[in-house]
């Protein structure tokens, strides 16, 4: 369940993107891209949804069956701690390696190459 949880902050997005970008050029045009990975984005998303429900009714079969009085699934604290991991990743990711850059020296404080 964590691992589909965790498709749903990175690969997805960035597939659809990708196929937004496939199609920006194929058409030239930004606005179809656009259109088009937005247009993938949802259902992807929502599909990876219905699997984690569909895993999370199992695992409470699951566990019913073996006795313990399982009234609720793990998908909310699941899908909620995968949320938390790839935002301090995304975060740790912006802010050490990438770097939002210098207002005063525009690209990251490397020497601009001087035409001549």
């Given amino acids: 369940m964590a691992c589909v949880s965790l498709v749903c902050w990175g690969p997805i997005p960035v597939a659809c993107l990708w196929v937004g970008s496939e199609i ?3 058409s ?3 606005f179809v891209g656009i259109v088009v ?3 993938a984005l949802f259902p992807m998303l929502f599909g990876a949804l219905v699997i984690l429900r569909d895993l999370d009714s199992a695992w409470i079969l699951v566990r019913r069956a073996a006795g313990h ?3 609720r699934g793990a998908m909310g ?3 909620g701690a995968t949320a938390f991991v790839c ?3 995304f975060v ?3 802010v050490v390696i990438h770097g939002p850059g210098s207002l005063i020296t525009p ?3 490397e020497t601009p190459a001087w035409p001549g």
Avoid: H, M, N
Wanted: glycine share 12%; charged share 20%; hydrophobic share 50%.
């Fill in 28 to 30: 030239g045009s930004v």
């Fill in 77 to 79: 604290r699941i899908f």
């Fill in 92 to 94: 740790f990711w912006f």
């Fill in 69 to 71: 009085d399982q009234r």
């Fill in 24 to 26: 920006d050029y194929v």
């Fill in 87 to 89: 935002t301090v990743a």
């Fill in 107 to 109: 690209g990251r404080g």
């Fill in 37 to 39: 990975a937005f247009l």
